[in-house]
């Protein structure tokens, strides 16, 4: 068994299993203009705000708009929604679009959007439920920890923050199951029956030859400050907002570590929407910010620039042509144990074998190559779960996160991914040119992600067509 991923990118389940970016984000598109807004800005919200990501909007704007009584707004297989919920979500929405710069459309047509994406959780939640699906705590728990790391804190860091934000533990980790449960359907129904030929990437090949096409398929990872200005601020307040954005811009260009500047200014610290925002196409940053950045080149920065949020300062931290693999990459060589849950054996029981035999490993009592061997259920236990040399994308995105993270000779803790639990270690790491075969595997990755995608959302269409939804009174 190889661990393929369905993405090249790290943004799928970790919430993104980190919980985020990207993923990781999933969901059906809005129409191509919202009125009244940038729609790539108010679905990539939906999206984001969907999934957990330690940073909440605070209690008081949660609650601004609630009602002290409240009541349902849909039904969908009977299982309500509530005013609240619509509520509480829009709250997220609207922190998210106005941050990153967006412009939103009139309230009504915003609630009816997340109304939607809330109607079509809901339907996964149901699909995963009556399939048998189910998280066990020990994921939960590495969630969190992702989720922690990706905000620089602590578990116990993570859940003071939630907490002053109105948010308890039992509701965020709630969350996160709901997400990784959403996931979880998703690998089943719809990545693992992806499939690409020879001819899929031919095909995109040509495609990119195509006048337009490479620039319309250009991806860039920006580094990200924002210096909010109120709303309704006066002049002197606008002022000094703008004063603090150029000093910020200034730090940028003058110090090659834009996360210090990061660290220094931004009212959206790094990791929870600021800093660097990840690889992701140029069509899916908002609009002001792609006019701003236009053909910049890598390491300049923009800025700063005015939004509804405050002013922006941007860093182009990297930026690549449509469906161009690097030249020389980094490969890591590493070497896993599968334990498969199922037949009475949780996820939760699995990790406690694997982390007695990295005891025993680091006690001299047995070798990596010996256990995996003897227990491994994957194909690689013959080789001692030798896995080769691989490159970014070729495992899911929460084995290839873990394996990244690790030093030479260095064994991980027990991880979870759709196939098991894991025990990981690399053995070595390297920068390798990749030969014309390996360009190909790469696009081949980028093509499986684009099929996945699209199929996602004839799946998920179908899966709402055949729920019965029973719309209430309008959410207020």
């Known amino acids: 068994m190889r661990f393929f991923s369905k993405t090249s990118s790290a943004c799928a389940v970790a919430v993104t299993l980190a919980l985020m970016a990207g993923a990781q984000a999933q969901g059906l598109k809005t129409p191509d203009k919202a009125k009244g807004g940038s729609t790539s800005s108010i679905s990539r919200a939906l999206d984001a705000t969907a999934q957990p990501s330690g940073r909440q909007p605070t209690a008081s704007a949660a609650a601004s708009g609630l009602r002290s009584a409240d009541y349902i707004v849909a039904l969908v297989n009977s299982e309500p929604i509530t005013n609240n919920e619509v509520l509480?979500?829009?709250?997220?929405?609207?922190?998210?679009?106005?941050?990153?710069?967006?412009?939103?459309?009139?309230?009504?047509?915003?609630?009816?959007?997340?109304?939607?994406?809330?109607?079509?959780?809901?339907?996964?939640?149901?699909?995963?439920?009556?399939?048998?699906?189910?998280?066990?705590?020990?994921?939960?728990?590495?969630?969190?920890?992702?989720?922690?790391?990706?905000?620089?804190?602590d578990k116990a860091g993570l859940l003071a923050r939630l907490k002053a934000d109105g948010i308890s533990e039992d509701q965020f980790r709630a969350e996160i199951r709901s997400q990784m449960l959403m996931q979880r359907v998703r690998e089943r129904d719809v990545d693992g029956k992806v499939k690409v030929t020879e001819a899929d990437i031919d095909r995109y090949l040509k495609e990119q030859k195509r006048p337009g096409e490479a620039a319309a398929g250009a991806m860039a990872n920006l580094g990200h400050i924002l210096i909010i200005v109120p709303e309704n601020a006066s002049p002197a307040v606008v002022a000094e907002r703008e004063a603090k954005a150029k000093q910020a811009a200034?730090?940028?260009?003058?110090?090659?570590?834009?996360?210090?500047?990061?660290?220094?200014?931004?009212?959206?610290?790094?990791?929870?929407?600021?800093?660097?925002?990840?690889?992701?196409?140029?069509s899916e940053y908002p609009e002001l910010f792609v006019k701003e950045v236009g053909s910049a080149a890598t390491g300049s920065i923009i800025g700063p620039f005015r939004s509804d949020a405050g002013f922006h300062v941007l860093k182009v931290l990297e930026k690549t042509q449509a469906g161009a693999a690097p030249?020389?990459?980094?490969?890591?060589?590493?070497?896993?144990?599968?334990?498969?849950?199922?037949?009475?054996?949780?996820e939760t029981e699995a990790a406690k074998r694997l982390q007695d035999y990295k005891r025993r490993i680091q006690?001299?009592?047995?070798?990596?190559?010996?256990?995996?061997?003897?227990?491994?259920?994957?194909?690689?236990?013959?080789?001692?779960?030798?896995?080769?040399?691989?490159?970014?994308?070729?495992?899911?995105?929460?084995?290839?996160?873990?394996?990244?993270?690790?030093?030479?000779?260095?064994?991980?803790?027990p991880v979870v991914s759709r196939f098991g639990v894991h025990l990981i270690q690399l053995i070595e790491r390297r920068q390798e040119k990749l030969t014309?075969?390996?360009?190909?595997?790469?696009?081949?990755?980028?093509?499986?992600?684009?099929?996945?995608?699209?199929?996602?959302?004839?799946?998920?269409?179908?899966?709402?067509?055949?729920?019965?939804?029973?719309?209430?009174?309008?959410?207020?």
């Open 88 to 153: 509480a979500r829009l709250a997220r929405v609207t922190q998210n679009v106005t941050e990153q710069g967006g412009q939103l459309p009139p309230k009504a047509e915003l609630a009816r959007q997340v109304l939607e994406r809330l109607i079509v959780e809901k339907v996964q939640l149901q699909e995963a439920r009556d399939s048998g699906i189910n998280v066990d705590d020990l994921t939960v728990n590495q969630a969190m920890a992702n989720v922690a790391r990706q905000n620089n804190t």
């Open 250 to 282: 200034e730090a940028a260009r003058n110090n090659a570590d834009f996360i210090a500047a990061v660290r220094q200014f931004s009212d959206v610290p790094n990791g929870r929407g600021g800093g660097a925002m990840g690889l992701r196409p140029m």
């Open 436 to 476: 014309p075969r390996e360009q190909r595997d790469m696009v081949r990755n980028i093509v499986r992600e684009r099929k996945a995608e699209q199929d996602y959302e004839t799946w998920l269409k179908e899966l709402r067509g055949k729920a019965f939804v029973e719309y209430r009174e309008p959410p207020q």
């Open 327 to 346: 030249a020389y990459i980094t490969q890591n060589h590493g070497r896993h144990i599968l334990l498969t849950v199922g037949s009475g054996v949780t």
């Open 363 to 413: 006690a001299g009592q047995a070798t990596f190559q010996q256990l995996a061997e003897e227990f491994s259920k994957d194909g690689s236990a013959r080789n001692g779960g030798d896995l080769g040399w691989s490159s970014p994308g070729q495992f899911v995105p929460e084995f290839e996160r873990v394996l990244d993270a690790l030093q030479p000779g260095e064994i991980s803790d």
